[in-house]
């Protein structure tokens, strides 16, 4: 007699099990979503100065801090697209190519020179945030976004460092996130990103 496991194709009803690594990017991909939702529907009430914080890039940089270079390329890359489907007035890329390359920085400065740590976290946060506003505005400007830089260079540098300040402030819950999502993928683990690592520093 054939069973219905049988004609679906999975003898014996064992059905193949996710890798540690499969899981951890599921968990880390519906992070990513969860922070573009709260982006669209919280961020904007957060506002100061006319800066709201950019969850998407503290995810990005939270892949980078935790998971190094290869986290920090590939996550960075990935929350950037997100935003760039979110937003509207800027060239589909442009966030992606922006975050891609700041998290990969960020990621090899973690994976080489800086060693972990909670008062690490939110420094590295804010200069990276400044960074990405610098290499955003740069990029923009080169495919002629020239509105980005309209405002004035004193506006720029406040919205800067207030979103850099964002950043330092959500740094460290989001790396904690991000550490549990990325439980058992081979660079959290070897950068110490587990949460029962973080819990004895």
């Known amino acids: 007699m054939v069973t219905a496991d049988r004609r679906r194709g999975r003898p014996g009803g064992h059905r193949r099990a ?8 599921l968990r880390i991909a519906a992070l990513a979503v969860l922070a573009l939702l ?4 919280v961020a904007a009430d957060l506002r100061v100065a006319g800066a709201a914080p950019d969850l998407l890039l503290v995810v ?29 007035g ?3 890329g442009l966030e992606a190519l922006t975050f891609c390359l700041v998290g990969y ?5 973690r994976d080489n020179v800086l060693p972990a740590g909670r008062l690490l976290t ?11 506003v610098v290499v955003f505005v740069v990029l923009g400007d080169l495919v002629g976004q ?17 979103e850099a300040a964002w950043s330092a402030l959500l740094a460290v819950p989001v790396s904690w996130a991000y550490a549990r999502a990325g ?9 110490g990103g587990r949460p029962e690592v973080l819990a004895a520093r």
Do not use: E, K, N, W
């Not at 996710?18 to 990017?25: D, I, L, W």
């Not at 892949?63 to 986290?71: E, K, L, T, V």
């Not at 830089?149 to 406040?158: D, K, P, Q, S």
């Open 183 to 191: 439980r058992g993928s081979a660079g959290v683990d070897r950068l």
């Open 90 to 92: 800027t060239p589909v």
């Open 105 to 109: 920085g960020v990621g090899a400065l």
């Open 18 to 25: 996710v890798s540690p690594p499969g899981r951890a990017r």
């Open 38 to 41: 709260v982006q669209a529907t």
């Open 60 to 88: 990005g940089l939270a892949a980078a801090i935790r998971g190094g270079a290869a986290h920090g390329v590939v996550v960075g890359f990935a929350a950037g697209l997100l935003g760039d489907l979110y937003a509207s």
């Open 122 to 132: 939110p420094v590295l946060a804010f200069a990276a945030t400044v960074a990405a």
């Open 146 to 162: 020239h509105q980005l830089v309209l405002a004035g260079r004193g506006a720029l540098v406040r919205v800067t460092l207030v």
